[in-house]
C-alpha cells in the first residue's frame, strides 16, 4: 500500500527517528498497567484505585499535549521532544532510586509519566511537516505506530517484575528510553518552512471551529479504546479470569500488538477509500467488539479474540482520524496534533478509570464496557452527519488532493 513516490517524498531518517522515540515514549507511559497487579498487591490498592493508578499517566499526558502542541510551533518539534524525554528520564531514575511506597507517590510518578503520553504531539507533526497531502495518512500512520510500545510494555514489564521487583523495572526502561534519546538527536531534523508561531488567542480559536470538535470527540473513542484498553488489560485479565501477572501481560501484549501493528494500514487505508469511510467500519467493528466482550464469556481466550478485533478496529481509526485532520487544519497542525491528542487522552482515562469503579461498585466490568461501545456508535452516527458537509468543503476535489 506504500508506492516508492513516498520515500523520496518527505524524511525517512526523522519519520523513524519520530516513530522509535514515540515508541519507547509509549512504552513507560502505560507502565503501570501492566505492573498494576505486582503494585496493586504490594501497596493493598483497590480496584478503584487500581483504575485511577493506570489512568492518572493518561490524563496527565492529555493535558501535557496541548502544552506541547504549543512549544512545537514555538520552538519546533524536536527541541520540545528533547525537553520532555529528559524530564521522563529523571523521574524514572528517582522513582527507582529513592523508590515508591505509597499510593499517592503512584500518583505522582503517573503525573511525570504523562509527559511521555505528551510524546503524541511531538512526533506526528515532526513527521507530517514532510509530507505532502496525499501521503499524510501513510507518513503520520508509520509515526503514530510508535503506540507499539505498549505492546513491549505488556510483554516484558510483568516478567521483569518477578524476576527484579516491579521497583527495578522503572529503571531498568531508562535504559531504551535513553538509546531513542540518542537516536533522536543524530537523525532527527525539523522540516524547513513550519507554519509561523501564533499567539495563544489564534491558538485557542480553533475551539471555535467546529470541525475541531469532531476530531477530538472521534479521536477520544478511537485512541481513548486503544490506550485505555493497553492500560487495564492486564488487571482485567487478572481479576476476572485468574490469569498470573505474567500471562495476563501476555494476553494484553496481543491485543495491544494488534491495535498497534494497523495504525498505518489504517491511515494508508484512508488515503485509499477515504477517512470517513474507513472511520465508519472501524467504529462499528469496535462497538460490537466491545459490546460482547463486556458479557464476560466463559474462557478468557475468547474475550482475548473480542479484544484483538476490537484493537484492530481502534487502531485502524487512530490512523484515519489523522488522515483527515492534516487535511482540514494544515496550517495548525502543531496545536490540533496537541488538542485532538489530548482528548484521546481523557478517553483513554475515562475509559481505565471507569472500568475500575465498575467493577468495584458492581463486581464486574460490564457497565464500563457498554458505555464505550455506546460512545462509537455515536461516533457512526456523528460521521454519518457531516460527511456531506466535509466532502463538499474542504474535502472537495481541487481543495484537497487526499481522499475524504
Do not use: C
Not at 308 to 318: D, V
Amino acid at each position: 500500500m506504500i508506492d516508492k513516490e513516498f520515500f523520496k517524498a518527505g524524511h525517512p531518517p526523522t519519520l523513524i527517528s519520530a516513530f522509535f522515540y514515540f515508541d519507547m515514549s509509549f512504552m513507560v507511559w502505560v507502565i503501570l498497567g501492566p505492573l498494576g497487579v505486582q503494585i496493586a498487591n504490594d501497596l493493598h490498592l483497590d480496584a478503584g484505585q487500581k483504575g485511577l493508578m493506570v489512568a492518572v499517566p493518561l490524563l496527565s499526558g492529555a493535558l501535557l499535549r496541548v502544552v506541547n502542541g504549543i512549544l512545537v510551533d514555538r520552538i519546533g518539534p524536536k527541541k520540545t521532544g528533547l525537553i520532555g524525554q529528559a524530564i521522563v528520564i529523571l523521574g524514572l531514575m528517582s522513582s527507582w532510586y529513592f523508590g515508591v511506597h505509597s499510593f499517592g507517590q503512584v500518583l505522582a510518578l503517573g503525573v511525570v509519566l504523562g509527559v511521555a503520553g505528551s510524546s503524541f504531539a511531538v512526533a506526528l507533526p515532526l513527521a507530517s511537516r514532510w509530507y505532502p497531502p496525499q501521503y499524510q495518512g501513510i507518513a503520520l500512520g508509520i509515526a503514530g505506530a510508535g503506540n507499539s510500545g505498549t505492546v513491549l510494555a505488556a510483554l516484558f514489564a510483568p516478567g521483569l517484575a518477578l524476576a527484579f521487583g516491579w521497583v527495578n523495572v522503572l529503571g531498568l526502561a531508562v535504559i531504551p528510553l535513553t538509546i531513542a534519546l540518542l537516536v533522536y538527536i543524530v537523525f532527527a531534523k525539523d522540516a524547513p518552512n513550519p507554519p509561523g508561531a501564533k499567539g495563544l488567542i489564534e491558538y485557542l480559536s480553533v475551539l471555535s471551529i467546529g470541525d475541531a470538535w469532531w476530531f477530538m470527540f472521534f479521536y477520544a473513542v478511537t485512541f481513548g479504546g486503544f490506550s485505555g484498553l493497553a492500560s487495564s488489560l492486564t488487571i482485567y485479565f487478572n481479576a476476572d479470569y485468574g490469569l498470573s501477572p505474567v500471562v495476563a501481560g501476555y494476553f494484553t501484549a496481543a491485543a495491544v500488538f494488534a491495535g498497534s501493528l494497523v495504525r498505518p494500514v489504517g491511515g494508508a487505508l484512508a488515503d485509499r477509500v477515504g477517512g470517513i469511510r474507513a472511520l465508519s467500519i472501524m467504529y462499528l467493528v469496535a462497538a460490537i467488539a466491545l459490546a460482547l466482550a463486556s458479557f464476560h464469556l466463559p474462557q478468557a481466550w475468547m474475550a482475548l479474540l473480542l479484544f484483538i478485533a476490537g484493537m484492530l478496529a481502534l487502531g485502524m481509526g487512530n490512523g484515519a482520524v489523522f488522515q483527515l485532520v492534516p487535511q482540514r487544519f494544515r496550517n495548525e497542525i502543531g496545536v490540533m496534533t496537541g488538542i485532538v491528542g489530548m482528548t484521546g487522552g481523557i478517553g483513554g482515562f475515562y475509559l481505565a478509570s471507569s472500568l475500575g469503579y465498575s467493577k468495584q461498585l458492581t463486581g464486574s466490568y460490564q457497565f464500563g464496557l457498554l458505555i464505550f461501545a455506546v460512545l462509537a456508535v455515536v461516533a457512526v452516527v456523528g460521521l454519518t452527519t457531516i460527511k456531506r458537509r466535509w466532502r463538499t468543503t474542504w474535502g472537495a476535489v481541487g481543495v484537497s488532493q487526499a481522499r475524504i
